[in-house]
Every structure is written in structure tokens, then in C-alpha cells.
């Protein structure tokens, strides 16, 4: 199985621990939206479990 992080959206990578980090100033009571994109490639007969 392969996945491979195809855009990281701003975030600081760690490809040792595979983890996305965002460092973001935010006012209190705010929400915003991150986004990222990756793709996985596995055998056919294998299914692919998100959790």
C-alpha cells in the first residue's frame, strides 16, 4: 500500500511521523477550514479502511 500526500495546503510536514502541522493566529470563537490531499494505491483484493 502507497499513500502519497499530493497537496499539504499550507501545513508544515513531517515525513518522519507523517503529520501535518498548521500554525495559525485565530481569534477566539472562529473556526476556519484546512484542506489536504492525498491518494493511496493498494492491491485490487485489498480493501482500504478509513478511520
Known sequence: ?????????????????????WRIPMDPRTTKELKFTYSVKHPKDQPVVLE
Open 1 to 21: 500500500m502507497e499513500v502519497k500526500l499530493e497537496d499539504e495546503g499550507g501545513a508544515t510536514v513531517d515525513k518522519d511521523r507523517g503529520s501535518l502541522t
